[in-house]
C-alpha cells in the first residue's frame, strides 16, 4: 500500500469510528471568551483540522512501523518491563 491507499484507509476507519459513536452535546469556552457548541460551524471546523492531522501522523507511523523490521513476539515479552 502506498501513502496515499494507507491516509484513505486510516480516513475512512476514523470516520466510521466516528459515526458509531453517538458523542453527547460539548459546549467549550475559546481563548476570547467565544462558546463553542458541538455541531457549529466553528467546532466542525476545528474537527475537520484535527482529524485530518491524525489521519497523516496515523498514515506517517503506519509506514513507518511497517519499513522497520520488527521484533519477535517473544524476544519482545522477555524485554518488557518486569511487575514487582
Known amino acids: 500500500m ?20 453517538d458523542t453527547p452535546k460539548k459546549f ?12 457549529g460551524d466553528l467546532y ?3 474537527l475537520a483540522e484535527v482529524l485530518s492531522i491524525m489521519k497523516v501522523a496515523i498514515a506517517d507511523i503506519i509506514i513507518e512501523v ?9 524476544a ?3 524485554n518488557a518491563p518486569q511487575k514487582k
Do not use: C, S, W, Y
Not at 13 to 21: H, V
Not at 30 to 37: A, H, L
Not at 66 to 74: D, H, L, M, R
Open 28 to 39: 467549550f469556552i475559546t481563548e476570547n471568551g467565544r462558546g463553542v457548541v458541538d455541531g
Open 66 to 74: 511497517n519499513a522497520k523490521p520488527t521484533e519477535k513476539p517473544v
Open 76 to 78: 519482545a515479552a522477555k
Open 44 to 46: 466542525n471546523a476545528v
Open 2 to 21: 502506498d501513502k496515499k491507499q494507507i491516509e484513505k484507509l486510516v480516513a475512512e476507519k476514523i470516520d466510521a469510528a466516528l459515526k458509531a459513536n
